[in-house]
Structure formats: C-alpha cells, structure tokens
C-alpha cells in the first residue's frame, strides 16, 4: 500500500482523531479503580507495619506494584494519601439494623465508630493528619469532604429514621435541621475520638448507651410510635 493511499484515511497516521496515541497524549489515560484500590490498601498495610512517621510513598508503591509516578499522578503528598485510605475505612460505617429507638440506632453507630478507631492503621495515623491539618488550609478541607462530611449521612439516615418511628417531629426548618445535624455529629465523632484517642478509655456497650441517652434526650426523643 502506498504512503498516499494510508494518507487518504484507509491506515490512519499519526497525529490523526483514529490513532489511539494521540487520544491519550490529549485526555489522558483513565485512572484505574484496581490501582487505586491496591494503593490504598497498600497504605494501610504500611500504616500497620511502619507507623505514621516511616511511610513513604516509595514503600506505597512497591507494595501496591506500581510506579511512584503513579502516586503522584493521584494524590499530591503522603497526607492527602492517608486521609484517602483512612477515608475508606470511615466509608464502611453504616446504621445499625433497626433497634427500636433512637437510643439504640445511636449507641450502635458509637460502637461501630470506636471500633474504627481501634484499628491501628487509623490510631497511628488519624491524629497525625489532624495535626498536619492545622497548619495546612488544603488538607483541612480534604479531610472535611472525604472524612467529615461523608459521615453526616449517618446523623440524617438515623434522624429519618427516628421522625418515621414518631420519635421526632418533622423538621419544619431545614436550615435549621442542618445546623442541628452538624452539632449531632460534632458531639458524638468529638466525644467518641476524645475518649478513644486522647483519654484512653474503652467504649464499651454501657458508655455507649450512656451517650445515646443523652443525645437523644437533648434531641427531644420521645418514645417509638407502637400503633
């Protein structure tokens, strides 16, 4: 075949819209939900083994088998990378089964939540990013949108939940519902991270009631609607 004919569009050249490797050089190659995966579950496991301080993200790489620029391409920094595999993990929180109250719904989501905190690839490495995040305005706001804000589902699923029992009146005011669903979960993540993190206390099913009580009493709850 001559070269005039391949011109003429019967065997694309290079530079043209069919050649595959000029679509790439001009969007890009996707990111890959495998690699991701394996990089953030590598992080953990290096979390584990090496504690906050030792992690590199050349390790990251070897143990999830792919190249450092590839971090790089994903995630700027060790710390956006951690409160992304820390993320996750907060991810898998979930309501409880229906307990019957908002005691219960409560209590179980606290136990959940200690027991996360537990994990030794997030007690090494939770409180290092907060503090990293106090002098960093980029990294408080990543751990917001991937850490904080994903969780505030758990307030509004749970408050549904107890408006559908008749526990809670029906929010007339959203902004104002809003605001109440930001203290809710202020009051229980703080409490809950003070006494595993800081103080070193368990959180066991009796504290955990104690604390459910207490909130849904500040909320207002009333007994479950039976009829």
Same mark, same amino acid.
């Given at each position: 075949?001559?070269?005039?004919?391949? +011109?003429? &569009?019967?065997?694309? /050249? #290079? !530079?043209?819209?069919?050649?595959p &490797? +000029?679509?790439a %050089?001009?969007?890009?190659?996707?990111?890959?939900?495998? =690699?991701? %995966?394996? *990089?953030?579950?590598?992080?953990?496991?290096?979390?584990?083994?090496?504690g $906050?301080?030792?992690?590199?993200? /050349?390790?990251? =790489? +070897?143990?999830?088998?792919?190249?450092?620029?590839?971090?790089?391409?994903?995630?700027? &920094?060790?710390n @956006?990378?951690v409160?992304?595999?820390?993320? @996750?993990?907060?991810? @898998?929180?979930?309501?409880?089964?229906?307990? !019957?109250?908002?005691?219960?719904? *409560?209590? &179980?989501?606290?136990?959940?939540? +200690?027991?996360?905190?537990?994990?030794?690839?997030?007690?090494? =490495?939770?409180?290092a990013?907060?503090?990293?995040?106090?002098?960093?305005d980029?990294?408080?706001?990543? *751990?917001?949108?991937? *850490?904080?804000?994903?969780?505030? %589902?758990?307030?509004?699923?749970g408050?549904? %939940? =107890?408006?559908?029992?008749?526990?809670?009146?029906p929010?007339?005011?959203?902004?104002?519902a809003?605001?109440?669903?930001d203290?809710?979960?202020?009051?229980?993540?703080?409490?809950?991270?003070?006494?595993?993190?800081?103080?070193?206390?368990?959180?066991?099913?009796? $504290?955990?009631?104690?604390?459910?009580?207490?909130?849904?009493?500040?909320?207002?709850?009333g #007994?479950?609607?039976r009829?």
């Amino acid at each position: 075949m001559s070269r005039s004919t391949s +011109a003429a &569009g019967t065997d694309p /050249g #290079p !530079g043209t819209p069919q050649d595959p &490797g +000029a679509a790439a %050089r001009r969007t890009g190659r996707p990111r890959s939900a495998a =690699a991701d %995966r394996a *990089i953030l579950g590598a992080t953990r496991a290096a979390l584990v083994e090496l504690g $906050w301080s030792r992690l590199t993200l /050349g390790d990251v =790489a +070897a143990r999830a088998g792919v190249a450092k620029t590839t971090l790089y391409r994903r995630w700027p &920094g060790k710390n @956006e990378l951690v409160v992304d595999a820390l993320a @996750e993990l907060f991810d @898998e929180l979930e309501l409880p089964a229906d307990g !019957g109250s908002l005691d219960a719904d *409560i209590a &179980g989501v606290v136990l959940q939540f +200690a027991a996360l905190l537990e994990r030794p690839e997030v007690r090494t =490495a939770l409180m290092a990013v907060v503090v990293e995040a106090t002098h960093d305005d980029e990294l408080r706001t990543r *751990i917001r949108r991937a *850490i904080v804000d994903r969780q505030k %589902r758990l307030v509004l699923q749970g408050r549904a %939940r =107890a408006r559908r029992r008749g526990e809670l009146a029906p929010d007339e005011d959203p902004a104002e519902a809003a605001r109440q669903a930001d203290l809710i979960f202020d009051v229980v993540a703080g409490t809950v991270v003070h006494r595993t993190l800081v103080s070193c206390e368990d959180v066991d099913p009796a $504290w955990a009631r104690s604390l459910a009580a207490l909130v849904a009493a500040g909320l207002g709850a009333g #007994p479950a609607d039976r009829t």
